[in-house]
């Protein structure tokens, strides 16, 4: 069935650290890809999306490119801040039949000043 | 603000009880899914409706049940809970039931007790 593997947590960094969180998929067909990020106390904000092979979703310096051939969307940022602190969440939506979202487990990053 | 809102924030209430957790979408959004998020399962995809029809089902325990209103709301009606349906319980909303953004809302938290 179709599912998304994150990187288990959580991570620690310090500010202005360089940050990759991974992420795979199993996905039948060519899924769009998400990032969401959910702050303490609060719910799902989409981060950013790719909806085909090779495209770069980018939004507030984070980065992800939608590799089909490692089935991947790696999530990466050059230097983090304090207010990244955050659970992120690794998604896939289906382009036909039910178009709802598969998550991963989430991956908590704590920046430490 | 994602302009999706929901109500309650919290909710405790007994095992064997039933609540009825409210989500209004987005102004202009037809389409409603609910997601539980809860430490053992993660996120996941519960229903979703579309203009007042249900249009998918994921893993929605049978003791659970939603609808979507004339004015688009949508209600989750949980019934004889059980100290396992405690978890965070998100709605979000998107313009049509195709592949479009999700918004979601900042969720109600259930504590069964």
């Known amino acids: 069935g179709d599912s998304v593997t994150q990187m288990e947590g959580p991570v620690t960094l310090s500010e202005e650290a360089f940050l990759t969180i991974n992420c795979t998929y199993t996905a039948t067909g060519y899924p769009s890809l998400f990032w969401y990020v959910q702050y303490p106390g609060e719910g799902l904000q989409l981060l950013l999306k790719a909806t085909k092979a090779d495209d770069k979703g980018s939004n507030k310096g984070f980065e992800a490119t939608y590799r089909k051939e490692t089935t991947s969307f790696h999530l990466e940022k050059g230097s983090v801040q304090v207010s990244d602190s955050a659970v992120y969440f690794c998604?896939?939506?289906?382009?036909?039949?039910?178009?709802?979202?598969?998550f991963g487990t989430g991956t908590r990053l704590t920046v430490i000043p | 603000d994602s302009g999706v809102t929901q109500t309650p924030k919290h909710l405790i209430t007994a095992t064997g009880q039933r609540v009825t957790l409210r989500c209004s979408p987005r102004s202009g959004d037809l389409s409603v899914y609910w997601y539980q998020q809860s430490l053992d399962q993660g996120l996941q995809f519960l229903i979703q409706y579309y203009n007042g029809e249900e249009r998918a089902k994921g893993n929605i325990l049978e003791r659970f049940s939603a609808q979507q209103f004339p004015d688009l709301h949508s209600e989750l009606n949980l019934s004889s809970l059980e100290l396992g349906d405690s978890a965070l319980y998100f709605c979000?909303?998107?313009?049509?039931?195709?592949?479009?953004?999700?918004?979601f809302g900042p969720g109600t938290r259930l504590t069964v007790t």
């Open positions: 998604a896939l939506m289906k382009k036909s039949g039910a178009n709802n979202l598969f």
């Open positions: 979000a909303s998107s313009v049509d039931q195709g592949h479009y953004e999700q918004y």
